[in-house]
């Protein structure tokens, strides 16, 4: 489980406007059209797309970070990856620096088509 995808994503919005559309279940099924459940404090559990992905929020610094425990439905019970969004304002827009650890061999290619479809390209329209 050594595979990585790293990302640097400019959006047009700022640092508070992506950090709520990432911990706020409404803004975030809002955005993706999927259900989702967000306990947005250190510990508290989600579930995104009625269930495809769940885990756990490690560390919220608003506006910030957000370090999840991360997984997706169909890998092997108890087995979590590692994701981490850093947010820093550019002037009116805001650069995320993604990294996406330790998840099972062979689905490098697969989370990085989700993470454009189900997240970026949504939330690039804010």
Known sequence: ?????????????????????????????????????????????????????????????????????????NWVSGVYSIVNFELFSEGENTLLYFNHIGFPEGQGEHLKQGWEENYWKPLKNM
């Open 1 to 73: 489980m050594s595979t990585t995808i790293q990302e640097k994503i400019k959006f047009n919005t700022t640092p508070e406007r992506l950090y709520q559309a990432l911990t706020d279940p409404k803004k975030f099924s809002d955005l993706t059209g999927a259900p989702a459940e967000i306990h947005s404090e250190e510990g508290g559990s989600f579930s995104c797309f009625g269930g495809m992905i769940a885990g756990r929020m490690i560390e919220l610094i608003p506006n910030k970070r957000i370090v999840q425990a991360w997984r997706a439905g």
